[in-house]
């Protein structure tokens, strides 16, 4: 595991963008994992900016969602099918036929967790993923006590995660309690992992997950167990490194 400490959130973001650029410099249709949350925008921001600029052309890419709430309907704007459209797909001047997601207003989730997950090995598989890191160690919607060997499913949020995610609803109450998320095992795929984390709310999550024994009760410490992982974090979520 490879460990970047950088000074601040755009740095982070400058040097994720640079590094898939680099893959799409050797892959043009490599498939990317991408991530919700605030954490990686300035990535999508910088990936964007460079794509503006000419030096890297994306037009070939593909794009994999991580985790989706269950029960939206279809187009709301928090649902993280419409975020990643946003922020990432528009953005880069792709076709929504790029993007790959797992549909959460299936009838039958379950099998619709599994449809996703056929879907990510028959595209190949996921070339680099990013990830953020949730305040208790969460990657995807893995929540503390998810299984290291776990397949795309349906979870329940914890009382924490609602909480952290109700900024993105009008009202605390609007936060769905059950998501899919690719697994631990599914994310452990990818050939490359990337998790960047920024801010001090996320360095004791950070430590945990770096430093810390491989335990479920920290989903994100499972990244130990894969052998291309690149950790970029500022210096305030290094705090506890
Ligand atoms: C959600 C997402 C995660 C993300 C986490 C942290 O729980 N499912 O993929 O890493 O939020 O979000 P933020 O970057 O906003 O702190």
């Known amino acids: ?19 898939i650029a680099a893959l799409l410099r050797r892959k043009p249709d490599a498939l990317l994992g991408v991530a919700t949350g605030s954490t990686p925008l300035p990535v999508y921001q910088a990936l964007a900016a460079q794509v503006r600029a000419g030096s890297v052309d994306v037009s070939r890419a593909r794009i994999a969602q991580l985790d989706e709430y269950v029960g939206l309907p279809p187009g709301h704007p928090e649902s993280y099918r419409s975020v990643v459209l946003r922020e990432v797909v528009e953005p880069l001047g792709l ?80 936060v769905p309690h059950h998501v899919i998320t690719q697994g631990i095992g599914t994310i452990l795929e990818a050939r490359h992992l990337v998790l960047l984390a920024t801010g001090e709310g996320k360095a004791e999550a950070v430590a945990q997950a770096v430093e810390g024994p491989v335990a479920a009760l920290v989903p994100a410490s499972a990244l130990q ?3 291309h992982v690149t950790v ?7 705090g506890r490194l």
């Open 1 to 19: 595991m490879e460990v970047v400490i950088v000074k601040d959130a755009p740095a982070g973001g400058a040097l994720v963008a640079d590094s």
């Open 95 to 174: 076709d929504e036929a790029a993007f790959l997601g797992p549909d959460g207003s299936a009838d039958d989730v379950q099998a619709a967790c599994e449809a996703y997950d056929r879907a990510l090995a028959e595209a190949g598989g996921v070339d680099l993923q990013l990830l953020g890191i949730g305040t208790d160690g969460h990657i995807g919607f893995n929540e503390p006590c998810s299984s290291l060997a776990s397949r795309t499913r349906i979870k329940t949020l914890t009382r924490q995660t609602r909480a952290d995610n109700a900024r993105f609803f009008d009202s605390p109450d609007q």
């Open 225 to 227: 167990l894969h052998p």
């Open 232 to 238: 970029i974090v500022d210096e305030a979520a290094a």
